[in-house]
């Protein structure tokens, strides 16, 4: 029987996951699934979207149904083993939770201190970012930042999330790249200013980032990532931890108007300055 849980990002990261196995390896509907198991007609759909936890039997019978061998259910079992816990930790570069959860959230609240939000970036901009954490390979960057453009595609489409991003005033003065990526980077930042809220420099936040996600019929989740973990939580106190950041944040950031006129300072701010001394970091 499969145990009716709150879902996490990554419990439907995972169903999505066997959803997308029994559409490749075999040509059974969830329901011809479910008859052919001796199922109840929902439990399917209830697994394939993360809000019911499978028992090591049902997954055994749904992976065998797809044509998988043991050392499969093995690794899926150990990756499934926390896929409903409130903190999920997970190796960094692994985009496909982030991805999902995004494209799936009604809200998204974002702050960031030191890089431009990664739904804003330009790709050249991403891949200098790549280049500062020391990657070198082409191969190694090229699927990353088309990763993190491709994700940019909720912002276009029907029934997109409510966005608002607060960006530092630092991020904007780190430079990553030479002088025209950051000019092509404040000019992306203008065309979305709608969307973007300046915290100015002076202001102190005690937070080194942070995204809040929302959904319609399931639990928010808070996202940080650093560059070892990624780490996904639902606990009621660290999402009211979160919602008081953000807060502290409508305070002190410019207003819609004032973070427009700030952008646009950045947008012609002579190249030469981006060398001058001062708080710019490099």
């Known amino acids: 029987m499969a145990h009716s849980t709150p879902s996490t990002a990554y419990s439907r990261d995972l169903g999505d996951e066997l959803r997308r196995l029994r559409e490749s390896c075999t040509d059974l509907k969830g329901h ?13 759909s209830t697994i394939e979207h993360g809000k019911a936890r499978p028992s090591e039997i049902d997954l055994v019978q749904f992976l065998t149904m797809c044509g998988k061998d043991l050392d499969y259910f093995e690794d899926f079992k150990r990756r499934y083993r926390n896929a409903f816990e409130e903190y999920i930790v997970q190796l960094p570069g692994n985009l496909r939770t982030v991805a999902m959860a995004e494209s799936t959230a009604t809200k998204i609240f974002s702050y960031n201190t030191l890089t431009v939000p990664g739904l804003l970036q330009t790709s050249r901009y991403a891949e200098c970012l790549c280049r500062a954490a020391g990657m070198t390979l082409d191969e190694q960057i090229s699927p990353l930042v088309q990763a993190r453009i491709d994700r940019q595609a909720i912002l276009k489409k ?38 973007v809220r300046v915290v100015p420099a002076d202001v102190l936040v005690n937070s080194a980032g942070i ?6 019929k399931a639990m928010p989740i808070a996202y940080a990532e650093t560059d070892l973990t990624q ?33 646009a300072d950045y947008v012609n701010l002579p190249r030469e300055d981006l060398h001058a001394p001062g708080p710019r970091l490099a």
């Open 158 to 195: 029907h029934g997109r999330p409510d966005c608002l991003f607060y960006v530092h005033e630092l991020a904007l003065r780190q430079q990553f790249g030479d002088d025209q990526v950051m000019a092509d980077q404040y000019l992306h930042l203008f065309f979305n200013a709608h969307i």
């Open 32 to 44: 011809e699934v479910a008859s052919r198991l001796g199922w109840d007609p929902s439990k399917v």
């Open 211 to 216: 995204l809040l996600w929302e959904y319609e």
């Open 231 to 263: 780490v996904f939580v639902q606990d009621r106190g660290a999402i009211a931890r979160t919602r008081l950041i953000f807060d502290r944040l409508a305070e002190v950031a410019l207003d819609a108007e004032q973070s427009r006129r700030k952008l």
